[in-house]
């Protein structure tokens, strides 16, 4: 129920972002603060970055942002909250780095933002981190150690770690979805 509450407000907040002239100026600010400031819109989102603020719903504002196809805004929503010790924002830059969402693609930015959001204590970053180095994407490719994070990720309670550590680590059970061409051990 908590799910699906918070992705309406996000869903809200999307509309909200296009909304008409009159509406925009019923939150005008002056020297006594704003009047019915924005607070779970991408609009309110947007403008707290202009002025430097951060709020606990911004990753998941741009995440509906990132999911609506707004990439431009999802980038640079997700890198304030990166750059701000935020492991959503970074496991979710990781995500648009991997997939060149906003910019070209770029591995090793990707497993950068995953490597910080495991270090901050973040499961998904582990996970997310030790696929990387399992598959020498972004950093160099070491078995033992992707297999050392990938079991911390599992102890951390990821289920997905966990699921791989049963499955003796084969990568297709943990992602069957993931693009071949992606992974692949280039020859030279």
């Known amino acids: 129920m908590r799910q699906t ?3 309406a407000a996000i869903i809200v907040g999307l509309a909200a972002h296009s909304a008409s002239a009159d509406e925009r100026e019923s939150h005008v600010s002056n020297a006594f603060g704003t009047k019915n400031p924005e607070e779970l819109s991408l609009r309110g989102a947007l403008d707290r970055l202009q002025h430097g603020e951060w709020h606990p719903m911004t990753s998941a504002i741009g995440y509906g942002a990132a999911k609506a196809g707004m990439h431009e805004v999802a980038r640079e929503i997700f890198t304030d909250s990166a750059r701000r010790g ?3 924002g ?3 830059l990781s995500w648009m780095e991997d997939n060149g969402l906003a910019g070209p693609e770029n591995p090793k930015a990707a497993a950068y933002w995953d490597r910080r959001a495991m270090e901050l204590g973040s499961e998904v970053g582990a996970f997310n981190f030790g696929l990387d180095v399992l598959r020498g994407r972004g950093v160099s490719h070491d ?3 992707g297999q050392a994070i990938i079991k ?3 102890r951390m309670g990821s289920p997905d770690a ?3 550590v049963d499955q ?3 990568l297709d059970s943990a992602t069957p979805d993931a693009d071949e061409w992606k992974y692949k051990k280039n020859l030279f």
């Open 86 to 88: 935020n492991v959503q």
């Open 5 to 7: 509450f918070a992705m």
């Open 152 to 154: 911390e990720a599992a």
């Open 168 to 170: 003796d680590f084969d």
């Open 162 to 164: 966990q699921h791989l």
């Open 143 to 145: 078995r033992a150690l």
């Open 90 to 92: 970074m496991t979710w």
